[in-house]
């Protein structure tokens, strides 16, 4: 396993089948990643959004079985890029990819096979030096003949292209419905080895990342269609109150929604601050439940110029 996924303690598994490991989800834009790694992990750690490319880095969920510990690895839609952000968003998959054991190739049931999927799968291929598990997602919202005809399309695609298969498995983020099978799949193709977290961690996302997801979530579902690629989130600062009760403690957030030009930002506040007061009141109840506590939240709002195109800007907002 590459440096980047290693993990400095390891603990001892139950016994000698013992299996972990990696895997990465990959994909296009609003393929269903993000969903479906909650679905698995049982608890929000990744943002969703019907907007493409809403993820733009890797999340990592973590499960524990009595037979294996199963790391998850949500990663960016694999895309066309546009800016130096997108180039760096599709370098990350790339990386990622080849430092996993197991790689979950997901596909949406309702969407057709298109020119992106055949370009997926054939770079798949090139790099293959581990299973790949094809996961048809969302068939709550397809047909049994789309689901059908989904499958078809990507077995005839694999077989083109040369990329190996080891299981084609259709499910639903949503109902549930096949995840079980997945999990039980994809932890028998991980090598046997040692537990490499805790047995009650989920996630190694800092808490501080998660809460800027999360404000970014909510303005996500808040904006105007031209909006999404131009939203960033940062947590300025995150304490306790100082002088509460133990009992009634308080989490104080400062944050800071950035867009890219001085048109954009009345957009995101709203009249008289009407959009801003639903994007805090919608990412509140969320961190709240993240952080398990109430929550205080001011947002500010600041135009960082054409920040997906500037390495400066890039760097400063964690990318």
Known sequence: MADKYAIEQPSSGEGNDFRSGFVCLVGRPNAGKSTLINSIIGRKIAITSDRPQTTRRTVRGVLTRKDGQLIIVDTPGLHKPKTLLGERLNDLVRSTWTEVDVIGFCLAANEQTGVGDRRLAAELAEIQRG?????????????PDQI????????????????????????????????????DLVIAGLPV??????????????????????????????????LPHSIAATVDEMTLREGRPVDKPLMDIHA??????????????????????????????????????PVYLNIHVRVAKEWQRDPKQLRRLGF
């Open 148 to 183: 059908a005809a989904r499958l078809t399309s990507v077995q005839e695609l694999a077989e083109k292209v040369g990329l190996e298969v080891s299981e084609y498995v259709p499910l639903s983020a949503v109902t549930g419905a096949n995840v079980d099978v997945l999990v």
């Open 256 to 293: 800071t929604i950035h867009v890219e030009r001085d048109s954009q930002k009345p957009i995101i506040i709203g009249k008289g601050g009407a959009h801003l007061k639903r994007i805090g009141t919608a990412a509140r109840g969320n961190i709240e439940v993240l952080v398990g506590m």
């Open 193 to 226: 080895g040692p537990q490499l977290f805790p047995a009650t961690q989920d996630t190694d996302e800092p808490e501080e990342a998660m809460v800027a997801e999360l404000i970014r979530e909510a303005a996500l579902a808040d904006v105007k269609d031209e």
């Open 131 to 143: 299973p790949v598990v094809c996961i048809i997602t969302k068939t709550d919202v397809a047909t």
